[in-house]
């Protein structure tokens, strides 16, 4: 059967941000398309909430054109608006209320018909119904996080919206979570979603990595990494800092990441790293090992690069 060709739920070219004069997003071009998990990365400040929200019609650019789930981002923005989901970072819902008394009030906000009962359905699809009657400021974190993630679907969107939607929650609600989204993807949503976290981005199926409101990468986890072309060794044991200092003043070492008591070091010309690792691998005080090279290091790398690139 010949491959059917993805939908487009977004298309943007050139989008162009500022606020009081400062650039934050500039010249961005995306597309995305449906049933995909993108994620936004970047350090604070780098345009991606902004980006985001541009894309999705919530903001209005300066300049740049494009459309999203088919209406135009800067004309239809209201039609857009009534098919997203947005989770925020900050718990936004009334803590004095009960779980089912919150979901209830977010339906009747989008003027749900059967109301009651697609509350009922959300709170079982989020696992919620036996702390339908709860009082919402008694819920964990993790807790708070699932009534989140349902009210943000209750109205059946066909994009989601995800700012740092796991800040402050554990692991293994972060996984559940993580779970959740997949399925729902999976059923035809497409999802954005800002994050700091690099082991939620591999759980992406694409990754977009924002830096001073410019694209810098983009791609899955393992594109990332092949386009870098970076190498990677890692150095174990004891006054690890005393040689990260002297490495970051070798020419064949591009970085130096400092991870617990081990070290990353990177560098683009392979073989001229493997030549120093070969010479320095007698130190018995420092075990030298090759490795594959992570998205971790990747981003570490970029974030590197663009603060030198940044510097007076």
């Known amino acids: 059967m010949p491959e059917t060709t993805p939908t487009p739920v977004i298309e943007v070219k050139d989008l162009v941000k500022k606020f009081d004069g400062k650039t934050v997003v500039n010249g961005v071009s995306i597309h995305v398309n449906e049933g995909e998990i993108v994620g936004f990365l970047g350090p604070n400040g780098s345009g991606k909430t902004t980006t985001i929200r541009l894309m999705c019609g919530l903001l209005t650019p300066d300049s740049g054109s494009g459309q999203c789930l088919g209406y135009d981002i800067t004309t239809q923005s209201e039609k857009i608006r009534q098919q997203i989901g947005y989770m925020t970072q900050k718990f936004s819902f009334y803590e004095d209320m009960t779980v089912v008394e919150n979901l209830d009030f977010v339906g009747e906000l989008y003027g ?26 008694t819920l964990s974190g993790g807790w708070k996080q699932r009534l989140a993630l349902a009210a943000s679907v209750i109205h059946t969107p066909k994009l989601l919206l995800l700012d740092e939607p796991t800040a402050g929650v554990d692991p293994n609600a972060r996984r559940e979570f993580w779970d959740r989204i997949h399925d729902l993807a999976s059923k035809g949503l497409t999802v954005l979603v800002s994050t700091h976290y690099i082991d939620e981005a591999e759980r992406c199926h694409r990754v977009i990595y ?31 800092e005393t040689l990260a200092h002297a490495l970051e003043k070798r020419p064949e070492v591009r970085q130096v990441a400092r991870f617990g008591r081990s070290l990353h070091v990177l560098g683009t010309d392979a073989a001229r790293l493997d030549a120093l690792a070969e010479d320095l691998r007698d130190d018995p005080d420092h075990d030298w090992q090759r490795a594959d090279t992570t998205l971790e290091d990747v981003l570490i790398d970029l974030g590197a690069r663009n603060d030198r690139a940044a510097a007076p």
């Open 210 to 240: 924002v830096s001073d409101g410019q694209v810098v990468t983009r791609g899955t986890a393992d594109e990332i990494i092949d386009q870098a072309n970076l190498s990677t060794w890692v150095v174990r044991g004891d006054n690890l």
């Open 112 to 137: 749900l018909a059967n109301r009651a009962r697609r509350v009922n359905d959300m709170m079982a699809q989020f696992g919620l119904t036996p702390r339908r009657q709860q009082v919402v400021g």
